[in-house]
């Protein structure tokens, strides 16, 4: 079988070392050599969300996070943004505030199904699979429902939530768009909205780095 030359860069403490290893694909994807690059990569990428989200500032100047915004809640901002445009800036204000105190909830989580990437996730990333949507298919609801109810508490100790709900009184868009309930539920349901902006803006922050940095340290693995 045709051999590759792997230049991995493993980095230990402060330092790196540079190891250069022959292997063909398909055997790397069953060493501790090939876990341990895409370990570290997810590592690098969950702790630049990580400082992102501990962030307000740069949490709201990331693009990657409003890209996530579920189309629910975008559809809510752009009617707001006619009724009262302070208060779309105010809710993502309030969620950029929620947002750092999810990060304690939401790293053990990933830190372990990170842990836990074996032999067949390293194939399916060999063969074209991202190694941020396998994390994702493994921690996506988990996440959401960890962070959820810290959410909801935050937006409603912020008073973002029922603001919302009267703001949006008069118009039918807010029931309509969550299930005609009562603006209670459709309050929490602000909340897990906001919830999966923030898990699905988390995975876009960790694939773009996984993108920028996966042709120098996942070559050998066919990327």
Do not use: W
Not at 92 to 115: C, G, M, Q
Not at 119 to 142: C, F, M, P
């Amino acid at each position: 079988m045709k051999k590759y030359i792997i230049a991995a860069a493993l980095f230990i403490g402060a330092g790196a070392v540079i190891i250069t290893v022959p292997h063909s694909c398909t055997t790397l994807a069953t060493t501790d050599l090939g876990l341990s690059v895409i370990r570290k990569i997810l590592r690098n990428g969950i702790d630049k969300g990580m400082g992102i989200y501990g962030n307000k500032e740069a949490f709201l100047q990331n693009n990657l996070i409003d890209k996530a915004l579920p189309k629910e809640l975008r559809d809510i901002n752009s009617t707001l943004e006619k009724i009262s445009p302070s208060l779309v800036a105010k809710e993502k204000d309030f969620i950029a505030e929620a947002a750092s105190y999810t990060v304690n909830i939401s790293r053990p989580i990933l830190d372990d199904a990170v842990n836990s990437l074996n032999a067949q996730d390293v194939t399916r990333i060999a063969q074209g699979t991202t190694a941020t949507q396998i994390l994702k298919e493994k921690t996506s609801q988990r996440l959401i429902d960890a962070i959820a109810p810290k959410v909801d508490e935050k937006l409603n100790e912020y008073g973002i939530a029922k603001t919302l709900n009267t703001a949006l009184s008069g118009n039918n868009l807010l029931g309509s768009l969550l299930g005609g309930k009562s603006s209670n539920t459709n309050a929490g349901s602000i909340s897990k909205l906001a919830s999966e902006q923030l898990v699905n803006g988390l995975f876009n922050i960790i694939e773009d780095y996984e993108h920028q940095n996966s042709k120098a340290l996942l070559g050998p693995l066919g990327k």
